[in-house]
């Protein structure tokens, strides 16, 4: 079973940059597509979910965002470091969350199908 475990969160002022890092253990990490979530406490999600998708990467490395992150965030994946990354720039207030990332299925959607970690805090100030 894989295990994923965040890093990379702090704050960071209105218009930063940040890198999230995304590694995993305990599976051929080059086999599986993972994305990154986020979750704001007492915001509800469309759709209710608990937590708001934010960009994936499929095995092949194809990427995947959201209307509200496509352009400022990028994600990418090291196989060899068994590590995913989220660059985000030009961070607003709104983008203030714990992320987290997971193993996901890629559709029509994006799926966490994992276990969730302890996620890594970002704090936007304006």
């Known amino acids: 079973q894989v295990q994923l475990v965040e890093s990379g969160g702090r704050l960071v002022q209105s218009g930063g940059s940040l890198r999230l890092s995304c590694t995993a253990s305990?599976?051929?990490?080059?086999?599986?597509?993972v994305g990154w979530f986020r979750q704001v406490p007492m915001r509800k999600v469309p759709g209710g979910k608990e937590?708001?998708?934010?960009?994936?990467?499929?095995?092949?490395?194809?990427?995947y965002y959201t209307d509200s992150t496509k352009g400022r965030f990028t994600i990418s994946r090291d196989n060899a470091k068994n590590t995913v990354y989220l660059q985000m720039n030009n961070l607003k207030p709104e983008d203030t969350a714990v992320y987290y990332c997971?193993?996901?299925?890629?559709?029509?959607?994006?799926?966490?199908?994992?276990?969730w970690g302890q996620g890594t805090q970002v704090t936007v100030s304006s």
């Open positions: 997971n193993e996901a299925t890629i559709g029509d959607y994006v799926h966490p199908i994992g276990s």
């Open positions: 305990g599976s051929t990490f080059s086999d599986y597509a």
């Open positions: 937590r708001e998708f934010v960009a994936a990467i499929g095995s092949d490395g194809t990427p």
